[in-house]
Structure formats: C-alpha cells, structure tokens
C-alpha cells in the first residue's frame, strides 16, 4: 500500500472534500496515514478565507519539501499537490514559487485526480488543473467509504452573491445544485455505512435549486423531508445559509420536520446598515431581525450562530457599536468573528479608509467577549435539562463518550461505547470550558 497524507485547511466543505479525495485514490492503492513523514503523497487541501491562508501554505510547502528530498534519498518518490481554494486562486503562481510542488488542482477538478496523478508520473512535470468544468464533477467523485455518525453531505457549491470581501464566488464559481436523486442516493448509502446524522453542505445552502427543469422542483426543505424518511437517519443540519435565501417552506421545516436540528448557522458579518451595504449583502440589519422573528416563531427553541466581520473598510465606531447591539438584540448560542482582512481581486480590498490594525483587535476582542458570555449564558441554560444527545466517538477521557445536543454541544457522558451511533436522553449536570457534561437518564 502506498500512504496518501492529507493537510486540511479551513471549512467543513473543505473536510469533506479531502475524505472525497482519499475516497479517489484508495483504488490507486493509497490509504490515510496521519503524518507526512515517508508518505508517497501529500495533499494540502488550502482555504483561502483565513488571514494570511496563501503564506501557511507556503510555509507548509518549506516543510515538506525536506521530506520530499528524504524520500527520494530513500528511493522513493513523494507526489506534492496542492488542492482548494489558494490552489484555485493562485495556481500558476504556486508552481513557479515552490517548484517542489507536482499537482495543482483547484475544487472543481477533484474527480480528475487519478488521471493527473498518472500524468504526474509519467510527464514528473507540473500539472495544472484548475478551470471550472461543468456540473458532471458531483457524479463522478467516488462513493463514500468512511464515514462517521455525523456525515456531511455536498448538495450544492458556489455563491453568486459576491458579497465584496469574499473570493467564494470565484474560487468556487458559480452557485451549483446537485440533483436531488443523486443526493438521496448517497444519504442512503451513508445510512448504510452508520450514519446516524447527515449535514448538509453547500457554502449558499439554503439558495439550493434542483437543477432539473420540471415544475416538480425540489427545495432545500422539500430535500430534508425526504431525507428524514430514509431509514437510521435521525437527525439533519444544514450549512452555510444567506439571510437573503432563507425561503418559508425551510422555515416551517423547523416547526413541522421532527429530524431537522433546532439549529441554524446564519451569518451577518455585521449589524450597521452602511456596512452591510458596503459588503453587498442585499439586507438591512432589520431585515435580519425581521427575519430571525420569523424563524423563533415557528421554532422558538432554535440556537442561533453566525459569522461577523469586524474593521471592514469604511467601519466607524457606531457601525461597530450597531453591531453589537445587534448581537445583543438577537441572543446567539455561538457564534464566529474575524478581523477583515483584504482578499486580492475583491472589491473590497481596494476600498479606501482600510481601518487600522489597532483598531481591528479592539473591535475583535469586545465582539468575543460578548459573544463568549451569550456562549456561555446558552450552555448554563441547559444545565438542569434532560436533552436528546447523538453519542459520536469515545471522548479522550477513560470511560467517557462524547456526544451532541440538538443544539450542537458536545456533552461527556460515563457511559458504555456500545451506545455510539444511538440517541439517548441525558441529564445536562456542568459545563467545562468548552463542553456540557452530563448523565445517562
Ligand atoms: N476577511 C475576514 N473574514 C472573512 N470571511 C470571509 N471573507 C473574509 C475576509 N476577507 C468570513 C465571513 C464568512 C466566514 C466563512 O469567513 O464571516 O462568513
Ligand atoms: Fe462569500 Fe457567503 Fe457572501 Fe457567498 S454569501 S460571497 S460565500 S460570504
């Protein structure tokens, strides 16, 4: 067998790609290693919406190309790609700055990785592989093989909401559906292999369209409906969702679908009017609020997280203070937040009045701790609770499992490992840093 190692950077989309690509190559008689060392192959799976993304790679790169020189001391030969986003922003760039590097290929080319492996091999040349070809990549990638209790599930890629600080809409291209067979299909095969939850993956997931032309076209909702039918399945999430898409029938879904988590991860990136504006987000912070009054009403026991960007360019200190004030309005269970950091090739990073460094950790820091106290005011809610929880794996402390609540929360129960993969009601005792801790009920 020869060792395939892959470094993931980044978003669940990302995660799941990298099993996607492992799934590939197992074939090809490559299987996981968990190191890079020795390994006959190495993918870094990059992001490109963290700070400084590009240069981590880069640097990645340095490491690895140490290995690399050591296995070819060794007699051997240790193929170097690159996959993911930087690869698809940056590829021409990436070979002609580390040219220890033999396969570039960006996330619409996965399912041509075997071929380009071959290539490689044969050309020991560089190859590039980083258009946009059209939908049939969805069909071609291999089935799952490894899968977990919780499994993640692409039904759609792309946005075309180009809001002005993201290079998504074009990394990623255009907003792609699957069809909806396909996806059932390989829900159906994940419930075979265990999976007791299926997450719904798409970087605009809620604007899910099938792609087929008949006036029986289905929706986000209308494909939780069907997959909440399929047999072992218990529980379904969905992410990432844009407030613009966020349609009634997927709202009633959380009143009227028994198996769809009270849980809903909604990005804002800020609560100031100008702001959003400035990012093209096409909503007003009322909006949003409207919009959240909306879903609490069919489902007032959801927990609510999303995504907020501070020190966008142009963001005065009451754009900053509406944002937390419209943190406070709205009461999150958890929630991420950056610093803006300029993305080449965005409209955004270009735009004058870039706000300073200083200002930026400020702003940060006063957003965290506020949304660490919501974090923490939301988990000691459910002390005192019995709450249904998925139990995942065994937790790294002897004799525990660890599990989630319908709110995603890891809880840590002593209880027997047998109870994986089955839902039971547990009674919410403490919380640790970063967990619920709890008892079999
Ligand atoms: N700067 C800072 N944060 C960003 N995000 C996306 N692009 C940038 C950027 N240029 C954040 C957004 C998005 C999350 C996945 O990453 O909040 O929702
Ligand atoms: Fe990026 Fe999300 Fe905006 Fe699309 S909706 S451009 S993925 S931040």
């Keep these: 067998m020869k060792k395939l190692f892959v470094k993931t950077y980044g978003c669940q989309m990302n995660a799941y ?39 981590k790679v880069y640097s990645e790169l340095g490491r690895l190309k140490t290995l690399k020189a050591k296995k070819a001391r060794d007699g051997g030969r240790m193929v170097l790609a690159v996959a993911g986003c930087v690869a698809q922003a940056e590829g021409a760039e990436i ?102 939850e299926i997450v719904l993956l798409g970087q605009n997931v809620n604007a899910y369209d099938d792609p087929s032309s008949d006036d029986t076209r289905w929706s986000l909702a209308k494909l939780c409906e069907a997959i909440a039918k399929i047999e072992g399945i218990a529980r379904i999430r969905y992410t990432t969702s844009h407030p613009r898409d966020m349609a009634g029938d997927l709202i009633a879904a959380h009143r009227d ?40 009403t069919a489902q007032p026991d959801i927990a609510l997280t999303s995504d907020f960007i501070v020190g966008f360019p142009g963001e005065s200190d009451a754009d ?9 309005d709205i009461g999150y269970a958890t929630a991420f937040s950056f610093k803006y950091s300029k993305r080449p090739g965005t409209p955004a990073s270009t ?14 820091a006063a957003l965290q701790k506020e949304l660490l106290d ?20 065994t937790a790294r402390d002897g004799g525990q499992i660890m599990g989630r609540t319908p709110y995603l929360q890891p809880v840590h129960v002593k209880a027997d490992a047998g109870l994986i993969g089955q839902v039971r009601d547990v009674a919410i005792t403490r919380r640790t840093a970063n967990s619920l801790h709890g008892a079999l009920a």
């Design 95 to 196: 070979v002609a700055r580390a040219p220890v590097v033999d396969l570039v290929v960006g996330p619409q080319s996965y399912h041509r990785l075997p071929e380009m492996i071959a290539r490689a091999a044969r050309e020991q040349g560089h190859v590039l592989e980083t258009d946009f070809p059209a939908l049939e990549k969805f069909d071609s990638l291999a089935e799952p093989s490894a899968t977990g209790i919780s499994a993640f599930l692409t039904v759609q890629e792309g946005c075309d909401k180009f809001c002005t600080f993201c290079v998504v809409p074009y990394t990623r291209g255009a907003e792609q559906s699957r069809p909806p067979q396909a996806i059932l299909r390989e829900a159906e095969k994940l419930a075979e292999k265990g999976a007791r």
């Design 17 to 55: 790609d990298s099993a996607k690509m492992a799934d590939l190559l197992a074939p090809l008689g490559y299987e996981a290693a968990d190191a890079p060392e020795g390994a006959d192959m190495v993918i870094l799976n990059t992001c490109h919406i963290r700070e400084k993304a590009a240069e």
């Design 374 to 393: 919501q974090q923490h005011k939301f988990d000691d809610s459910q002390i005192g609770r019995t709450l249904p929880v998925l139990f995942e794996k």
């Design 320 to 328: 900053f203070d509406a944002t937390l004030k419209l943190v406070r």
């Design 351 to 364: 735009m004058r009045k870039q706000i300073p460094e200083d200002v930026k950790a400020a702003r940060l």
């Design 257 to 296: 679908n028994p198996k769809l988590m009270p849980y809903l991860h909604l990005p804002v990136q800020s609560g100031s009017d100008a702001v959003l504006d400035a990012m093209n987000r096409q909503h007003s912070a009322d909006d949003y609020r409207r919009l959240v009054d909306r879903i609490r």
